[in-house]
């Protein structure tokens, strides 16, 4: 009987630690998927966007603009792509944190692709708007060493 009152009590310690560490551990970093309005404005940006994970979304007039954010964990190339449907013309701006676009991407092209070296780390943010057309669109973000699609 004494040996099994050790393993009894050594069980009960792994099973509160296990719920301590589940309890009190910081909450997982989730990355957007998909569009959610209103995101109309920079201070209501949907995000972070991960590196390589692709956003869903759609721009449904001229004047929907939709913005998300990601931050830069190390300095490098950002590469944004921007897929949606031939006929149509969708354009992106890429700004670091306030100030002027950093890159842009107007070309009219079926994907809208474009590249730009992040100089610094921390938040970037990305504009979305319909110079013609409306309809879906899927957005790429590759950053910091992460995946290409």
């Known amino acids: 009987m004494s040996l099994r009152l050790p393993r009894i009590a050594a069980r009960a310690a792994l099973v509160a630690l296990c719920f301590c560490t589940t309890l009190f551990a910081a909450p997982a970093f989730t990355q ?4 959610s309005e209103s995101n109309n404005t920079e201070s209501t940006a949907d995000g972070p966007v991960g590196s390589g994970t692709r956003v869903t979304g759609s721009l449904s007039k001229s004047s929907d603009i939709d913005w998300f954010y990601f931050d830069v964990p190390a300095a490098g ?3 944004i792509v921007l897929g949606h449907a031939v006929g149509n013309d969708f354009d992106w701006d890429l700004y670091r944190g306030t100030g002027s676009a950093i890159a842009s991407g107007r070309s009219g092209s079926t994907p809208d692709s474009g590249t730009c070296q992040a100089t610094v780390t921390g938040r970037h943010v990305l504009k979305l708007t319909a110079y013609r057309g409306s309809g879906a669109y899927t957005l790429d973000v590759t ?3 992460g995946s290409v699609r």
């Open 32 to 35: 957007i998927a998909s569009e």
């Open 77 to 79: 190339a950002i590469n």
């Open 143 to 145: 950053f910091g060493g």
